[in-house]
């Protein structure tokens, strides 16, 4: 063979050695199918194609590479059309979460997958009935709250410290708490409660984990790599986890993500806000879960978006201009919002009703700068603290003032109040289910006021003032009444107050205090010094509601300290003043259920007590008898007793004992 003769066979199979051959894929993985499209001329398909991609680029990493009407022989729509997705994994999300989505009035459209077609034109005419599965009910993780002790009214608290983690149960009556489930690097950073305690969650490296039942099993796994906050629905249908990610894709976004909690599946990813803009949570629920939101940022208006689609309100946002904060009430689908004057504006804050948007309530403020929303846990009462500058008689004198508006949201034509305090606010808080608020307000720390008023038919009177106060924060029973004065992160001060009758139970103190945190049933309250901020002496503190130590232990390294949450009540406010008015009669019965209690633990303890006697003493009868046994063995060994017989002797001791003494008058004869 020559250089000039050809060598073409040799080189491809060469080549092919190199370079697999190319494979085709003939599927339509990516392909869905959209039926009932409205009937369009060829004027009008770009403007259809233009509003199809709109709606179904509209999830989390979906890219729309090309849409395909299809045309009758007048050019006009046959009412589907073929789009092709980038993924396939987009075309399944599409399949499932964009079905029966309603483009207006007369047009709901339908999706299924390209693929699903082969399959349904193969289908077997000849019906197979399915396996039969065997039944496997899943866990009710409600089940603690039908516990003979929760039924008995204890509560359940987790705590974290060094590597463990114990969840316990709060039986105070035997005098300290009762570990339930002790575990190991259970977590990696700290542990939560989910809204109605029916899950506990723990943080790992690449997402987080569920836990609850009876048996503490994992209920669902959460991927979402670096994860550090979660933030629950109110009903626990949902939840959000946040990671923080230096640059994320604003196509594919991966730093808040949305899940549905029973199935695990994820909803919804976005982007995070700029870090100086950040806050948790980074999005509000609304009452019943129907619906989360959060501010544009370029503050044009309020982004709404529905459950479980996770699609905008009306496919668009919520406008108002200049809009600085928002907030829904807890029990209704309502939502309040505070936009800051500029002049020569006013500012304004609106309640308005979700879905319909409508102005339920408006109210003008000139000069105000700031608003915080208060609302009262039964959504009935929303305060609104408004910061505004009020310049003096001389430009140098400037003085801050706070004034509040509060809105009567249940009642018809949703009246305003206004009403103003002195000095700066340092803490606000309304009671639970209660119509009091509690405020603590002044200039310097040492020297602060706290005042009570009471919202009543047609004003809002101060009921009681605490002055010359060294507290700082505020925590109210979740029964409402009393109240717990705190001075976190100092000194540690505490004053128990009840409101009904507008007296102080006393004061206590836990020096370098954290946190603070009431049980449910508002029986006990429980203060703890975290290792997170605090290095020494850390532990908690358990105090009965007026301000006795029930229970005290320090942790090395103690991180964390939270009561388990109960579901919301299911009784009215009725039912519950009849059962305050008939609490005697019942108090009897829990009385006496508590001595039989109480009983049943002794007698189990001195059961125990005398078993460990009886066996001691069978322990020394049987020595005995084995060293009596042995005597014999002894005395032809040449051993004998340690003590000799004749080196016994008794010691007598005469003791004289004064028992009585009586004085007789003997007569003098002389």
């Known amino acids: 063979m020559t250089i000039f003769d050809s060598d073409e066979e040799e080189l491809v199979t060469t080549l092919s050695d190199f370079e697999p051959p190319v494979q085709i894929d003939t599927s339509f993985n990516k ?18 194609k233009s509003i199809l991609v709109k709606i179904y680029q509209n999830r989390p990493g979906a890219e729309v590479v090309g849409i395909h009407l299809a045309l009758d022989a007048q050019r006009n729509t046959k009412g589907f059309a073929f789009i092709e997705y980038s993924k396939k994994e987009s075309a399944i999300d599409a399949a499932t979460s964009l079905n029966n989505y309603p483009l207006d009035k007369s047009h709901t459209l339908k999706v299924n997958l390209l693929d699903d077609f082969s399959k349904f034109a193969n289908f077997e005419e000849n019906y197979k009935p399915p396996t039969r599965e065997d039944f496997k009910p899943k866990p009710n993780y409600n089940q603690w709250l039908s516990d003979s002790k929760a039924l008995k009214g204890y509560d359940q608290f987790v705590t974290r410290y060094g590597d463990y983690t114990d969840i316990c149960w709060n039986e105070m009556h035997v005098g300290k708490p009762m570990v339930e489930k002790s575990s190991v690097s259970l977590t990696s950073s700290y542990v939560q409660w989910s809204n109605t305690g029916s899950y506990l969650v723990t943080f790992h490296p690449d997402g987080i984990a569920l836990y609850g039942g009876k048996e503490w099993i994992q209920v669902n796994l959460f991927e979402h790599r670096g994860v550090q906050l979660v933030d629950f ?41 700029p870090k100086e803009q950040f806050t948790w949570p980074a999005f509000q629920w609304s009452a019943k879960d129907k619906y989360i ?7 044009k208006g309020i982004n709404i978006y529905e459950t479980p689609s996770m699609n905008l309100l009306d496919d668009k946002i919520f406008e108002v201009k200049g809009i600085k904060d928002f907030s829904w009430s807890p029990t209704d689908l309502s939502l309040a919002y505070f936009v800051p004057a500029n002049d020569p504006l006013p500012a304004k804050i609106c309640l308005v009703e979700m879905p319909s948007k409508k102005l339920l309530a408006e109210k003008s403020i000139w000069g105000a700068t700031d608003a915080r929303f208060h609302w009262q846990n039964e959504g009935a009462y929303l305060c609104v603290k408004t910061d505004k500058i009020a310049t003096g008689k001389t430009k140098k004198e ?13 009642e018809p034509n949703v009246p305003i109040e206004s009403f103003e305090i002195q000095y700066a606010i340092k803490a606000f808080s309304w009671e639970p289910r209660g119509k009091r608020i509690c405020i603590i307000h002044g200039e310097f720390k040492m020297n ?57 139970y006393g004061t206590q103190e836990h020096l370098q205090c954290t946190g603070v945190d009431w049980n449910p049933s508002g029986r006990y309250v429980t203060t703890f010094v975290s290792h997170w901020k605090v290095q020494t002496d850390t532990g908690f503190n358990i105090w009965s509601f007026n301000g006795d130590l029930v229970y005290s232990v320090l942790k090395d390294r103690f991180f964390q300290f939270n009561w388990r949450p109960r579901p919301k009540f299911m ?27 109480n009983k049943a633990i002794q007698h189990i303890e001195q059961t125990r007590l005398d078993n460990l006697m009886k066996e001691f003493l069978s322990f020394l009868q049987k020595g005995e008898q084995e060293y009596q ?30 028992i009585d003494v009586k004085t007789i008058v003997l007569k003098k004869i002389n």
């Open 398 to 410: 400037k003085i801050p003032t706070t004034s509040f508006e509060l809105f009567r949201t249940h």
């Open 448 to 504: 602060m006021f706290v005042s009570f008023f009471e919202v009543q038919k047609t004003s809002i009177k101060l009921i009681s003032k605490l002055e010359n106060r060294k507290l700082n924060t505020i925590f109210w029973s979740p029964r409402g009444t009393l109240v717990l004065l705190a001075n976190l992160g100092d000194t540690g001060e505490l004053e128990f107050y009840n409101t009904q009758d507008c007296e102080s």
């Open 31 to 48: 392909f869905i199918v959209v039926d009932n499209i409205p009937i369009a001329p060829e004027a009008k398909h770009e403007k259809l």
């Open 571 to 597: 009784l009215t406010n009725k039912e519950i003043n009849q059962i305050k008015q008939n609490i005697k009669k019942y108090q009897e019965k829990f009385d006496k259920q508590d001595e039989d209690d």
């Open 629 to 658: 046994a042995l005597e014999p063995t002894r005395k032809q060994l040449g051993s004998y007793e340690d003590i000799d017989q004749n080196d016994i002797y008794e010691s007598i001791e005469t003791i004289e004992e004064l």
């Open 293 to 299: 939101a959060r501010i544009e940022q370029l503050e």
């Open 233 to 273: 629905s109110p009903e626990d249908k949902y939840l959000i986890t946040f990671a923080p990610i230096a640059s994320d894709n604003p196509n594919s976004p991966k730093s808040i993500v949305v899940w549905d909690v029973r199935s695990g599946k994820k909803l919804r990813s976005f982007l995070a806000p």
